[in-house]
């Protein structure tokens, strides 16, 4: 523990004033009381998990599907977040593509999924200048408003060419 020493050196004759104290601090039981602390707090944190989306992609054989227009939506991600989509088949000069935000999709898809059901298929593509996570973002809407059936494709030289003229 702490010690304090007090000493009054002794001169003859003259008596002094100062008292010299001297001390000596034991820190032994404050580095085991942090040790302590440190063991405890380890035991009891528990450890965040991972928030991971899951992606099921097919297995092996590549078979195309066929979707009914009217029942088909895609979307198409572009650079500083910018958002366009269409529904059904895209026209000759793209006159359907229509610009929105992801505020937007959201309601959009709620909507058709309200619509259509199990019958909506949704096509997501994006340009190269698309960030990464915008994708993951349509993907997590694609899990919030429960759509079960999306694709992922390539984007298509008809859509570049429009969006970039």
């Known amino acids: ?83 366009y989509y269409y529904e059904g088949a895209m026209q000759p000069k793209g006159e359907n593509i229509i610009k929105t935000n992801f505020k937007n999709i959201s309601s959009l898809l709620q909507s058709k999924k309200q619509q259509r059901n199990d019958e909506l298929m949704v096509i997501i593509q994006s340009t190269d200048q698309a960030s990464f996570k915008n994708v993951v973002d349509i993907l997590d809407e694609m899990s919030i408003h429960q759509i079960k059936r999306y694709a992922l494709v390539d984007l298509d030289n008809e859509v570049k060419n429009i969006l970039r003229p």
């Not at 007090?6 to 009381?33: A, C, E, F, W």
């Open 1 to 83: 523990m702490a010690d304090m020493n007090i000493t009054t050196p002794k001169r003859k004759g003259v008596q002094s004033l100062r008292k010299k104290q001297s001390t000596k601090v034991d820190l032994t039981p404050m580095v085991d009381l942090g040790f302590l602390l440190i063991t405890f707090f380890i035991f009891t944190a528990t450890l965040s998990e991972a928030n991971v989306l899951k992606l099921f992609l097919p297995a092996g054989e590549k078979k195309d599907t066929k979707v009914a227009a009217s029942n088909a939506l895609s979307i198409i991600l572009d650079q500083n977040n910018e958002i």
